[in-house]
C-alpha cells in the first residue's frame, strides 16, 4: 500500500504511459510503489512524469528509439552509470540492439573520453547479465 498518492493530472497520466512502455509494466509498477513510499521520492517521480516523459519523450518529431540513443549518449559522455543502466533497459525496450548500443558506447568514447566509454559497457554488460538471468 502506497504511503503517498500521485497528482494523476493529464501529464501524469500521459508521462506513466510513456514510461511504463519503456521500462516494462513489472519494473515500472514496482519503482511506483517504491517512489510512493517516501513524498521526496513521490514528488521526483511526478515531476518526471510531468516534465521528462509527458513534455519531452512524448513529443512529435523523434522516434523513441532516436531519443533512446540521444539519452544514453548524453548520460555516457556525463559518467552517469547508475542513470544509464535504466536507460539501457529503455533503450532495448524502444527497439535498440545490443551492437547498436556498443556502437553508441564506442562513439561516445572518442568524443567524451575512454572512461566514459568503459564505464557504459560495464554498465551495458551488467545490464545484459540481468536480461538474460530473467529470460532464463
Request: glycine content about 0%; hydrophobic content about 55%.
Given at each position: 500500500m502506497t504511503k503517498?498518492?500521485?497528482d494523476e493530472n493529464e501529464g501524469f497520466k500521459k508521462g506513466k504511459?510513456?514510461?511504463f512502455e519503456m521500462r516494462g509494466p513489472k519494473v515500472a509498477e514496482a519503482a511506483m510503489e517504491q517512489a510512493a513510499q517516501h513524498e521526496m521520492t513521490r514528488d521526483?517521480?511526478?515531476y518526471l512524469f510531468e516534465h521528462c516523459f509527458a513534455a519531452v519523450w512524448a513529443r512529435p518529431g523523434l522516434e523513441r528509439a532516436t531519443r533512446s540513443i540521444i539519452t544514453i549518449s548524453v548520460l555516457t559522455a556525463l559518467g552517469r552509470t547508475e542513470e544509464l543502466k535504466s536507460h539501457i533497459r529503455m533503450g532495448i525496450n524502444n527497439g535498440l540492439t545490443r551492437e547498436e548500443?556498443?556502437?553508441?558506447?564506442?562513439?561516445?568514447g572518442i568524443y567524451a573520453g575512454v572512461p566514459t566509454a568503459v564505464a557504459a559497457v560495464r554498465a551495458a554488460m551488467e545490464e545484459f547479465t540481468a536480461l538474460d538471468k530473467a529470460k532464463g
Open positions: 503517498y498518492s500521485f504511459e510513456v514510461w521526483l517521480r511526478q548500443l556498443k556502437e553508441i558506447f564506442l562513439h561516445v
